[in-house]
Nanobody
Framework: VQLQASGRGLVQSGGSLRLSCVVSRIMFSHYDIDWYRQAPGRQRELVATITSDFKTNYADSVKGRITISRDNYQDTVYLQMSNLKPEDTADYLC?????????WGQGTLVTVSS
């Protein structure tokens, strides 16, 4: 299983950014996919999940500002982020569980300046 994230960037507070994660070597459409984030000195936290049947869940801290979506033809999950705040600064990682094992993308850095 491979997860390749992209979309890193530096934005000002209030700005927008879209992250992508291409997942390969699994039957992508059958899997729930998550985005996590980890800020320096903080624990990794779950940001959003999209299920195989397109249901979505979000952390309270990002509701209304972040949208997770998927394209099963492109085997890609997206994280559209808007109204970004400095506290959103973190390394963002996509994640999937396959055959009981967790697989992670390499992380893509989002920096929000105040």
């Amino acid at each position: 299983v491979q997860l390749q994230a992209s979309g890193r960037g530096l934005v000002q507070s209030g700005g927008s950014l879209r992250l992508s994660c291409v997942v390969s070597r699994i039957m992508f459409s059958h899997y729930d996919i998550d985005w996590y984030r980890q800020a320096p000195g903080r624990q990794r936290e779950l940001v959003a999940t999209i299920t195989s049947d397109f249901k979505t869940n979000y952390a309270d801290s990002v509701k209304g500002r972040i949208t997770i979506s998927r394209d099963n033809y492109q085997d890609t999950v997206y994280l559209q982020m808007s109204n970004l705040k400095p506290e959103d600064t973190a390394d963002y990682l996509c994640h999937v569980i396959h055959r009981g094992r967790a697989f992670w993308g390499q992380g893509t850095l989002v920096t929000v300046s105040s």
